[in-house]
């Protein structure tokens, strides 16, 4: 190979210069503009001495052609010799193309530096903060939730990582959450799977990290990169929750952040829940009032004082909180036997409206016996449920359905999707059959017969974008509201959606439950963001094994229309080995936020309930 010639290096040595940016391209302005003013002002000193004396020697003419070289205009007023003349002008000419070079490549490097400011790319100072990585719909739930949490306080932070463009998820922040009071949020544009990005993020001095679940083919590839990004980083560990999309992919999560990461089964959650509100109407508004931040959320405290007492009798002991279980040796019992002793290390498990308001009440308000009624609950025997549409959850769903139904119980799936009721053999109380059935026509939904069902599910289709598939179950959902209206037939209809917006749309419907899955799941990872021993407290309600929520008629408790204290629905549930949380007043079910649902009432305040009434309890299935 030949030797690099000398202009060849001079020209690697130029090219390796005006590739550092726009300092070097000043800086060879510079020269240029100091090698013009230089030869112009020597030649003048040169050619017309009489005007070099007019402008008082080599200062005078070094400023004379600085300022032409600077301001090309000042050459229109020049009077002299034709040379002096003619040198000024060569000094304006050129002094033009510099300056308009320079003003050029100033404008682009303010354009370039904007640019990288507009992507954000400063290195977070804050401490304590709460960190989100990645970018899904849930985002919005979760910033709203932690929001309201932390409105009381000053200072809070939460800063997310995602690669999308700063500007735009600042828009949609601002969009779809609103002021955020004292709560700062700052965005960052980067990839969480890269830890030069992470290190944007000041982890070490982070309270807490989300990993989101993002949209699009294969998720929780992203995810578990992102959790061995967070694993094998150097410096601290704030504690971790994530979303896992599928339940087959959990044990590589789990492997991948290891023991202290809090996993999310967004399936499993969102399938449980859907069942548990297909067999219990209401079951979802009492888990999302549970989940959120505005109303009463779950606590545990030690009382030392409680120590020694039956957990049945112990049910009465807050006037403004409620027990619904007890934490031993990191061990979760959500309405445990009601002769359990609670022991000086317990941790009792209460709903409350904030920690602050958790006091022993003055002394056990006593049960009104006369208003006390002990109707036994009806045993259901086989049952027919109908789902119409179908997605990869709907084998989950029906698993789920198994454990619960009698046997002999039959569940339909009505849909054209191609993979409708595939992989669920081995059922036990469950018989499974397939109906071809466009579930928006209302001659399709007919000819199925829906009076001879107990329950209908309809589920969101995955093989459209979320927004057309919302718009899809609401043209069911509508069909079968006016067939109900119509046909005087009767059947609790549960509907799957994914964006929170359609509510307000579904509830024209008055489907007995929605549920929002996107929505559920930002609730869990909010709530275990801020208190990350509650996740074996969800998972234990979200759990068919143990006990679980039911409204159940309020006049098998107490006696229908009677002024009673809830201390005495309380006394009713504990007889049957229950923990009454609430109740649901059903001329309000169509009201929202709260869709009639009270939990955590005052002990001592009195309320009718109806026969169409609920209590909520706390009860195994």
């Given at each position: 190979m030949s030797k690099a010639t000398f202009r060849e290096r001079s020209r690697y040595w130029f090219d390796n210069t005006m590739s550092r940016g726009?300092?070097?391209?000043?800086?060879?302005?510079?020269?240029?503009?100091?090698?013009?003013?230089?030869?112009?002002?020597?030649?003048?000193?040169?050619?017309?001495?009489?005007?070099?004396?007019?402008?008082?020697?080599?200062?005078?003419?070094?400023?004379?052609t600085l300022m032409r070289t600077l301001?090309?205009?000042?050459?229109?007023?020049?009077?002299?010799?034709?040379?002096?003349?003619?040198?000024?002008?060569?000094?304006?000419?050129?002094?033009?193309?510099?300056?308009?070079?320079?003003?050029?490549?100033?404008?682009?490097?303010?354009?370039?530096?904007?640019?990288?400011?507009?992507?954000?790319?400063?290195?977070?100072?804050?401490?304590?903060?709460?960190?989100?990585?990645?970018?899904?719909?849930?985002?919005f739930t979760i910033v709203r939730e932690l929001v309201e949490a932390h409105a009381s306080r000053r200072?809070?932070?939460?800063?997310?990582?995602?690669?999308?463009?700063?500007?735009?998820?600042?828009?949609?922040?601002?969009?779809?959450?609103?002021?955020?009071?004292?709560?700062?949020?700052?965005?960052?544009?980067?990839?969480?799977?890269?830890?030069?990005?992470?290190?944007?993020?000041?982890?070490?001095?982070?309270?807490?990290?989300?990993?989101?679940?993002?949209?699009?083919?294969?998720?929780?590839?992203?995810?578990?990169?992102?959790?061995?990004?967070l694993d094998k980083r150097a410096g601290g560990h704030p504690p971790v929750v994530a979303a896992i999309a599928s339940t087959g992919n959990m044990a590589a999560a789990r492997l991948a952040g290891g023991p202290a990461v809090h996993l999310v089964d967004s399936d499993d959650t969102a399938s449980r829940l859907i069942v548990q509100s297909s067999r219990q109407s209401g079951t979802s508004?009492?888990?999302?009032?549970?989940?959120?931040?505005?109303?009463?959320?779950?606590?545990?405290?030690?009382?030392?004082?409680?120590?020694?007492?039956?957990?049945?009798?112990?049910?009465?002991?807050?006037?403004?909180?409620?027990?619904?279980?007890?934490?031993?040796?990191?061990?979760?019992?959500?309405?445990?036997?009601?002769?359990?002793?609670?022991?000086?290390?317990?941790?009792?498990?209460?709903?409350?409206?904030?920690?602050?308001?958790?006091h022993l009440a003055d002394g056990m308000p006593k049960a009104q016996?006369?208003?006390?009624?002990?109707?036994?609950?009806?045993?259901?025997?086989?049952?027919?449920?109908?789902?119409?549409?179908?997605?990869?959850?709907?084998?989950?769903?029906?698993?789920?359905?198994?454990?619960?139904?009698?046997?002999?119980?039959?569940?339909?799936?009505?849909?054209?999707?191609?993979?409708?009721a595939t992989g669920v053999e081995g059922l036990v109380n469950l018989t499974v059959n397939v109906k071809d059935c466009e579930t928006t026509d209302r001659y399709?939904?007919?000819?199925?017969?829906?009076?001879?069902?107990?329950?209908?599910?309809?589920?969101?289709?995955?093989?459209?974008?979320?927004?057309?598939?919302?718009?899809?179950?609401?043209?069911?959902?509508?069909?079968?509201?006016?067939?109900?209206?119509t046909l005087g037939e009767r059947y609790s209809i549960v509907s799957e959606m994914h964006d929170e917006n359609n509510r307000a749309l579904a509830e024209v419907t008055r489907a007995d439950d929605i549920v929002i899955s996107d929505?559920?799941?930002?609730?869990?990872?909010?709530?275990?963001t801020e208190n990350?021993?509650?996740a074996e407290v969800f998972g234990h309600l979200f759990d068919s094994r143990g006990s679980e929520i039911y409204p159940r008629p309020a006049n098998r408790y107490v006696r229908a229309g009677a002024p009673v204290s809830f201390a005495t629905v309380i006394e009713a549930a504990r007889r049957r080995g229950e923990t009454a949380i609430g109740y649901r007043l059903a001329d309000q079910v169509s009201e929202a936020p709260h869709f009639g649902v009270v939990l955590n009432p005052d002990k001592s305040r009195l309320v009718r309930l109806g026969p169409d009434d609920c209590v909520i309890v706390l009860a195994e299935h």
């Open positions: 726009t300092a070097a391209l000043i800086g060879w302005l510079a020269v240029i503009s100091v090698a013009l003013i230089v030869v112009v002002s020597g030649l003048v000193l040169w050619l017309t001495p009489v005007e070099a004396d007019k402008h008082h020697g080599v200062a005078g003419v070094v400023w004379a301001s090309p205009g000042k050459v229109a007023s020049d009077t002299g010799s034709a040379p002096f003349v003619a040198l000024m002008f060569v000094a304006s000419l050129g002094g033009l193309f510099i300056v308009s070079a320079l003003v050029g490549v100033l404008a682009n490097g303010f354009k370039e530096r904007f640019e990288q400011l507009r992507k954000g790319r400063s290195r977070i100072i804050e401490r304590g903060h709460i960190v989100v990585l990645g970018w899904s719909d849930q985002v200072g809070s932070t939460i800063a997310i990582l995602a690669d999308l463009d700063k500007v735009a998820m600042e828009d949609a922040l601002r969009t779809h959450v609103g002021d955020t009071g004292r709560t700062k949020v700052v965005c960052r544009t980067g990839r969480p799977v890269e830890p030069a990005d992470l290190d944007l993020m000041n982890l070490d001095a982070a309270g807490s990290v989300v990993v989101l679940s993002p949209q699009g083919e294969d998720p929780d590839a992203h995810v578990i990169k992102t959790l061995l990004a508004v009492v888990c999302m009032d549970l989940l959120d931040f505005s109303g009463d959320e779950i606590y545990l405290r030690s009382d030392p004082s409680l120590a020694g007492t039956e957990y049945g009798r112990a049910l009465s002991a807050y006037q403004t909180a409620t027990v619904i279980g007890l934490r031993r040796a990191g061990r979760v019992m959500l309405n445990p036997p009601m002769d359990t002793v609670i022991a000086a290390e317990d941790e009792i498990i209460v709903i409350a409206p904030d920690d602050s308001m958790i016996e006369d208003a006390i009624v002990m109707v036994e609950h009806d045993r259901p025997g086989p049952e027919r449920t109908l789902v119409l549409n179908w997605n990869g959850r709907g084998r989950q769903i029906i698993r789920c359905l198994d454990g619960y139904a009698a046997p002999g119980s039959v569940i339909d799936v009505a849909s054209d999707h191609p993979d409708a399709a939904l007919e000819s199925l017969g829906l009076g001879v069902y107990q329950h209908v599910i309809v589920l969101s289709d995955d093989r459209y974008d979320a927004a057309h598939a919302d718009t899809r179950t609401l043209m069911t959902l509508l069909q079968l509201r006016d067939m109900q209206s929505t559920v799941i930002g609730l869990l990872l909010a709530q275990l990350q021993h509650l």
